[in-house]
C-alpha cells in the first residue's frame, strides 16, 4: 500500500523563471577558483538557480580524489553571496549534514550510495531533526524502486516536505552505452505512484559521457520530468572526478538552448505506457544478445572438444533432435513452428561457421 507523501512543491521555495529546473555545478569541488569560475559560468544562464559541487566524494574504490572536505563549504558560501544561486552538496552521514547547515547550504542531496541503506538514510533524517530544509534523493545504485521509495518515505515521515528525487541510472553488468542504465520504467512508475512528487533527472550519471547527453536530457523532458541536474566545469578534461561527463558553462548553455519544450499532451498516460513498454524491449534484447554471445562461446568451447577429439562438426541426429525438442518448447510459450525453425537455423548457420573457424584455426 501506498500512501500519499505530504509534498510541498518546487515552486512554492524556489524561483524558477520558467521549468524545467536546471541544477548545474561541478562534480567535486577541487579549488576555489574552479568552484568560481563555474558559479559564475552557470549564474549567467537564467534557467540554472542552484548550484551543486560534492565536498565528500563517496568513491565505489578507495585511492582516489575524495573530495576537498569541509573547507569547500566555505567556497559554496562565496558562490552564494557572490553569484545568488542555491547551493547544494551530497551528504551521506550526521557530520556531514551538521556541517552543512552550520554553513548555510541551501539544499542537500543523498547520493545512490547512500540511499541504499535505510540505517543511514535513518541517520541522516534524524541529523535534519525537523529543520526546514530541502533534500533531493537519488535512486539507489541497484534498480530496485522500493528502496527508493523508503528512502523518500522515510524522510517525509520525519517532516521532511520539501522533497525530490533524482533519477540518475542504475548499476549493472552488461556492456551498454549507457554508465548507469535508465531503466525509465523505473521513475516512471515512481511518477506514477507518487505524482506530487518532483522528479530531476541526471543525465551526467546515467550516460557517463557527454556525447549521451543531449538525448537524455530531451528524453527526460518528454517524459514530463521536473528538471535536470548536469555536471559542469570549467575544465572538465582536468577534472579529478568524472572527467567524460562533465560540459563547460558554453556547452551547458548550447544544450539548454536546443531542448524542444513540447506541450504536455493530455495523453500523458498513453505515452508512459509506450515508453514503459519499450524500455522493457531495450531490456529484454539486450538479454537476447546476451544470450546469443554466451551460447556462441559455448558452441566454440564444443568446436574445441571435437578439433582434439578428431569429431566432425554436424552431428546430424543430435541437430534433428535439438530442432524437434525446441519447437515443442516454443510452441508450447505460444510461438509458431515456422519462427522458432527460421531461428534455430540461422543460430545454427552462425554456430557451425565458429567451429569451422575453431577447427581451422592453427595450434598457438
Ligand atoms: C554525484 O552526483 O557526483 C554522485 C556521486 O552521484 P551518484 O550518487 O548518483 O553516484
Ligand atoms: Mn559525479
Not at 278 to 296: G, H, T
Request: charged share 25%; proline share 6%; hydrophobic share 40%.
Amino acid at each position: 500500500m501506498t500512501s500519499a507523501l505530504k509534498i510541498i512543491p518546487p515552486e512554492e521555495w524556489l524561483t524558477v523563471s520558467s521549468p524545467p529546473m536546471i541544477i548545474a555545478g561541478p562534480c567535486s569541488a577541487e579549488t576555489e577558483a574552479q568552484v568560481m569560475e563555474t558559479a559564475y559560468g552557470v549564474a549567467s544562464l537564467p534557467q540554472v538557480k542552484i548550484f551543486r559541487a560534492g565536498i565528500w566524494k563517496p568513491r565505489t574504490r578507495p585511492g582516489a580524489f575524495e573530495g576537498v572536505g569541509s573547507k569547500g563549504l566555505k567556497w559554496l558560501q562565496k558562490v552564494k553571496e557572490q553569484t545568488g544561486l542555491l547551493v547544494t552538496v551530497e551528504v551521506a552521514n550526521p557530520r556531514h549534514v551538521q556541517e552543512a547547515l552550520d554553513n548555510g547550504i541551501d539544499i542537500l542531496w543523498i547520493g545512490a550510495r547512500t540511499v541504499v541503506n535505510p540505517f543511514s538514510v535513518q541517520e541522516i533524517g534524524e541529523a535534519i531533526g525537523g529543520r526546514d530544509i530541502p533534500v533531493m534523493i537519488k535512486n539507489p545504485l541497484n534498480p530496485d524502486l522500493k528502496t527508493w521509495m523508503g528512502a523518500i518515505e522515510r524522510l517525509n515521515r520525519m517532516g521532511i516536505e520539501k522533497l525530490i528525487a533524482i533519477h540518475r541510472g542504475f548499476s549493472f553488468f552488461n556492456r551498454s552505452p549507457y554508465r548507469n542504465a535508465p531503466m525509465w520504467e523505473i521513475p516512471i512508475e515512481l511518477k506514477r505512484l507518487y505524482p506530487n512528487l518532483p522528479i530531476i533527472v541526471d543525465p551526467s550519471h546515467i550516460c557517463g559521457n557527454r556525447e549521451l547527453i543531449p538525448g537524455t536530457m530531451q528524453k527526460a523532458l518528454d517524459l514530463e520530468m521536473n528538471g535536470l541536474m548536469i555536471e559542469t566545469h570549467i575544465n572538465p578534461s582536468k577534472a579529478l572526478t568524472d572527467k567524460n561527463q562533465q560540459v563547460t558553462p558554453a556547452r551547458l548553455q548550447e544544450l539548454l538552448s536546443k531542448l524542444i519544450l513540447r506541450r504536455e499532451t493530455d495523453n500523458s498516460e498513453f505515452s508512459h505506457k509506450l515508453e514503459e513498454l519499450r524500455s522493457e524491449i531495450d531490456k529484454l534484447d539486450e538479454e537476447l544478445i546476451d544470450i546469443l554471445a554466451r551460447r556462441m562461446k559455448v558452441v566454440e568451447e564444443i568446436g574445441t572438444y571435437k578439433k582434439v577429439n578428431k569429431i566432425t562438426i554436424l552431428q546430424l541426429k543430435r541437430w534433428n533432435e535439438l530442432t524437434r525438442d525446441r519447437i515443442e518448447a516454443g510452441i508450447k510459450m505460444g510461438l509458431s513452428r515456422e519462427f522458432i525453425l527460421k531461428l534455430l537455423e540461422s543460430v545454427h548457420e552462425e554456430g557451425i561457421q565458429r567451429q569451422i573457424d575453431v577447427m581451422n584455426r592453427d595450434e598457438p
